[in-house]
């Protein structure tokens, strides 16, 4: 595609429920990164995607946050037993390893 | 204290001014992003740079490895320019570290 896609674009969900958010990044892009932006807040890390490396979770919030990219591509962030403070928009952005990153539209999940 | 300062937090301009946003960070950096996000929009990279100073139409983006300060700079402001502008820089583990943005209001 032309450009980075999350799916959805807005996600409600109950508080104790799991969720998934997609991520397809730029075609031929090594690098993947999800990132969070809270109402009121600024943007924070949370996880790193660079080829077949490990990734760099260091930015997860908790254990109940995890993340995989399969095929080196399409990325999964999943949450676990959502809660209230995990409303937010969910950003993933894609690069040619540490180069400038394309940010994705956002994935709005809010938790009821 | 925040990594990435960005100031002013909240700017009001008329058309047609000089506007200028501050960054300074305080790790080392191998790289510096602009970002522009629109109201209820996605986030736009406008400049990644790592030294001296790079121009895409009326944006100017400088950078000062030694002090540790990068600007934005937008000429002739218009309504459209009208965003949140985020300051974000690359450390050696190639992850990005934010500044809090600077909503630009840019009234007709």
């Known amino acids: 595609g032309a450009g980075v896609s999350q799916s959805p674009s807005n996600k409600v969900t109950e508080k104790g429920k799991d969720v998934e958010l997609r991520c397809d990044p730029i075609s031929g892009h090594t690098a993947l990164y999800w990132y969070r932006q809270s109402l009121g807040q600024g943007l924070e890390f949370l996880i790193y995607f660079q080829g077949n490396s490990a990734p760099d979770k260091s930015g997860l919030p908790s254990d109940r946050f995890s993340a995989e990219r399969t095929g080196g591509s399409v990325s999964t962030l999943t949450i676990q037993r959502t809660q209230q403070e995990d409303s937010a928009v969910y950003l993933c952005?894609?690069?040619?390893?540490?180069?400038?990153?394309?940010f994705g539209p956002g994935t709005r999940l809010t938790v009821l | 204290k925040n990594e990435v300062e960005q100031s002013p937090q909240n700017l009001t301009a008329q058309e047609g001014e000089f506007i200028t946003i501050n960054c300074s960070y305080s790790v080392g950096i191998s790289a510096l992003h602009w970002l522009q996000q629109h109201p209820g929009g996605g986030i736009v990279s406008l400049f990644m740079l790592s030294s001296g100073k790079k121009k895409h139409g009326r944006l100017i983006a400088t950078i000062n490895i030694q002090e540790k300060h990068s600007s934005l700079h937008i000429t002739a402001s218009h309504p459209r320019d009208s965003a949140v502008y985020i300051c974000a820089v690359y450390g050696s583990n190639y992850k990005l570290t934010f500044g809090k943005g600077t909503l630009l209001t840019v009234n007709p």
């Open positions: 952005a894609s690069s040619f390893g540490p180069t400038e990153q394309f």
